[in-house]
């Protein structure tokens, strides 16, 4: 066999220093294997259930959710990352936190690619990155990975730092010198949210139910995925307390996290957008006559483009008392 012919091997601690380099505040590495059975379960009962709403490309390439190896040839190595974004600024325009930094999927992918090439170098091909836009279950990997743990909100969380995280992988035929270990014994086991039920007790649609996040309760989901108009009891849930009134996504169950108190205050992520909507001066009467040419230049390279412009004056009409977006 030729050199070229041999499974490259990755020093995790290498890999480790790279993703800090690239900007990331977390890494982990798996190895690349199906899901567990209990994940499986999870999202059997989830379809079953209907719990993805009309978000079909969630029910869509199973196999290669399952199973990295059907998504990457010869997969050995998935490399979890996370990528922070800072608290909600005061004076904050009433959308999602997340949604206020430059498009993750632009950024994160950026800094993921660099990092692969640095760690794989003139292995890298066969490998890929992924943040976001794939059939790759990222919560699942990063917690297989062990960089944090599921909570009741169904969200990432890193101990000591909180969920306010992106997530990205590297999936790599390479093998490493060393996997990481969950910190849980499973992935649905919240023993680390202890007794603490805040972020379903703040949920205004009840979306946090035992059997996991119900789409067709959530107002994220409301806000950003669907299409077509909302039903009536959003526009209360936008203005629930506890809770910042939000017409793009919402923060509940993140706010109210104890996880998410004191944790990272400062990351390398550029506010740029949120700067652009000082500039703006956005206010209920700016929002309500936004026009198709504010809205491009508004939210170029933002994430909020994900709810379309009919979307976005669909959640504005609502929020500010317009019937007329409702069912
Ligand atoms: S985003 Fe809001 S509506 Fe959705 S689960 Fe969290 S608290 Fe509930
Ligand atoms: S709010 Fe409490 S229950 Fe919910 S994820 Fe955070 S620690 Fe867990």
New binding site residues.
């Given amino acids: 066999m030729s050199p070229k012919d041999q499974t490259p091997i990755l020093s995790a601690t290498h890999v480790k220093a790279a993703a800090a380099a690239a900007g990331f505040t977390a890494c982990g590495i798996a190895p690349a294997q199906p899901l567990s059975r209990e994940r499986q379960s999870e999202r059997t009962a989830a379809l079953r259930l209907g719990h993805y709403a009309d978000m079909t490309y969630l029910e869509r390439h199973e196999e290669k959710r399952i199973d990295p190896r059907e998504l990457v040839e010869k997969a050995r190595t998935v490399i979890s990352v996370a990528w922070p974004f800072p608290p909600r600024p005061a004076n904050a325009p009433p959308i999602a936190t997340y949604a206020l930094v430059p498009d993750y999927h632009d950024t994160l992918k950026a800094a993921l690619q660099g990092m692969a090439q640095q760690i794989l170098g003139e292995t890298l091909t066969g490998s890929r990155c992924f943040v976001d836009t794939a059939p790759v279950d990222e919560r699942y990997w990063a917690w297989r990975a062990g960089i944090g743990f599921i909570g009741r ?1 169904g969200m990432l969380i890193i101990p000591r730092m909180g969920s306010r995280f992106f997530l990205g992988e590297i999936i790599t035929p390479a093998l490493s010198d060393a996997y990481d270990a969950p910190l849980t014994p499973d992935i649905s086991s919240h023993r680390l949210c202890g007794t603490c039920h805040r ?1 379903q007790e ?4 009840g ?2 139910t035992a059997d996991g ?1 119900d789409a067709r ?5 409301f806000t950003i995925e669907h299409r077509g108009p909302l039903p009536p009891e959003t526009a209360g ?1 936008m203005h629930a307390s506890p809770g910042t009134p939000l017409f793009y ?2 923060d ?2 993140t706010e109210v996290c104890p996880y998410n108190r004191g944790g990272l205050q400062e990351t390398a992520v550029s506010s740029m957008p949120y700067a652009r909507y000082a500039t703006a001066g956005c206010d209920a009467t700016f929002w309500k006559a936004l026009t198709l040419e504010q809205y491009r230049e508004l939210f170029r390279g933002s994430a909020v483009k994900r709810a379309k412009y009919e979307g976005l004056m669909r959640n504005i009409r609502a929020f500010y008392g317009d019937d007329d977006s409702m069912t």
Avoid: N, T, V
Wanted: positive net charge; proline residues 5%.
């Fill in positions: 909100s972020c703040a949920c205004p649609g979306a946090l996040l309760r959530c107002l994220s989901y849930w996504g919402c509940r169950c």
